[in-house]
């Protein structure tokens, strides 16, 4: 059985949690590296990597390298996403996967060309409860899908020079959390929206600070989306179909929704869990390598960032 070496380039937060819980059996943390080389030889002796490189460059060099986790900050993930596919590295890349749909389409055109494999690591696509979910609503066993809430709210020290708000480092809620709502509606959506309406609030830097949208496909299913950074908000997802409503609290890592029928009775949808959300990325990565699947999730995330271009423009014209 083939072992699939994993190579770590940003050594930040969701880096340091990547290394912590990575645990698969086909799969190894070989590689890491940062522009710092110090930092890399500390981030691989924490974690027992065997190689440490001080620049990407070194990293996409090395012939061992299978697959490359991209864990910088947004704006730099097209430049590494095409050097790795450039080196013939299969790339799961942190959300939002690029900043805007173009950038996407080159990333996506590079990894055909090259037979890769470019999937976004965004978790509900990977999480087993939505999995399920899935299969029992392909069974039709509620009925019509009517209605979509979500909501997602984080408090971030209004600070012009930190990356939540700073332009230059890809600031705003929408490419921060936003990706995760959009990312939960479109995952149950039956199609692309065909209409879209939104207000935005811009902080002073002109990033957005919180938005609501509204989403309309051509089956008449409807979602409102509600984010913001400047007050706590549930990250609570509700799915309501004609016989019953799924709700999903903690939505982008849930392991469990509750479904309530029109009845009142409810039912508790239990699947996976939640602190092995990263493994299920990891363990999805390598069934898409391998040709058990088909990659569907990077259409999803392809809706996902033309919904997010649609209402960046529509903000401008207001």
């Avoid at 697959?67 to 939002?96: D, R």
């Avoid at 902080?203 to 919180?210: A, C, I, L, R």
């Amino acid at each position: 059985m083939k072992t699939y070496k994993w190579g770590v380039v940003g050594l930040g937060t969701i880096a340091t949690e990547f290394a912590q819980t990575f645990n698969q059996k086909e799969s190894q943390l070989y590689a890491a590296a940062s522009r710092n080389l110090a930092k890399a030889t500390q981030f691989a002796a924490a974690y027992g990597i065997e190689k440490a490189y001080g620049s990407y460059q070194e990293l996409f060099s090395d012939p061992e390298v299978d697959i490359v986790y991209v864990a910088t900050p947004h704006n730099h993930h097209l430049e590494i996403i095409l050097a790795a596919l450039t080196h013939g590295k299969h790339v799961l890349c942190e959300k939002a996967i690029t900043m805007d749909s173009q950038e996407l389409a080159r990333a996506k055109k590079l990894a055909t060309e090259k037979n890769l494999i470019l999937a976004e690591a965004m978790t509900i696509f990977s999480m087993p409860l939505y999995q399920e979910l899935q299969q029992r609503i392909a069974a039709n066993l509620y009925g019509k899908l009517k209605m979509i809430q979500v909501s997602f709210g984080s408090f971030k020290e209004p600070d012009a020079r930190n990356r939540f708000f700073n332009p230059e480092l890809a600031g705003g809620a929408l490419l921060d959390i936003g990706t995760y709502a959009f990312s939960f509606a479109r995952f149950f959506l039956s199609t692309q929206p065909t209409f879209l309406e939104t207000t935005v609030l811009p902080f002073p830097t002109g990033v957005d600070e919180q938005s609501v949208t509204i989403l309309r496909n051509a089956q008449d299913e409807m979602a409102t989306v509600a984010l913001t950074f400047q007050a706590k908000m549930p990250k609570q997802g509700i799915v309501a179909f004609e016989k019953a409503f799924l709700t999903i609290n903690d939505f982008p890592r849930a392991d469990q929704a509750i479904l309530t029928f029109t009845d009142g009775s409810s039912e508790t949808i239990k699947a996976g869990t939640s602190d092995q959300a990263l493994n299920y990325e990891i363990a999805n990565m390598i069934q898409l390598i391998k040709g058990a699947k088909e990659n569907t999730a990077l259409a999803l995330s392809t809706d996902v960032l033309a919904l997010m271009d649609q209402i960046r423009t529509k903000s401008q014209e207001k």
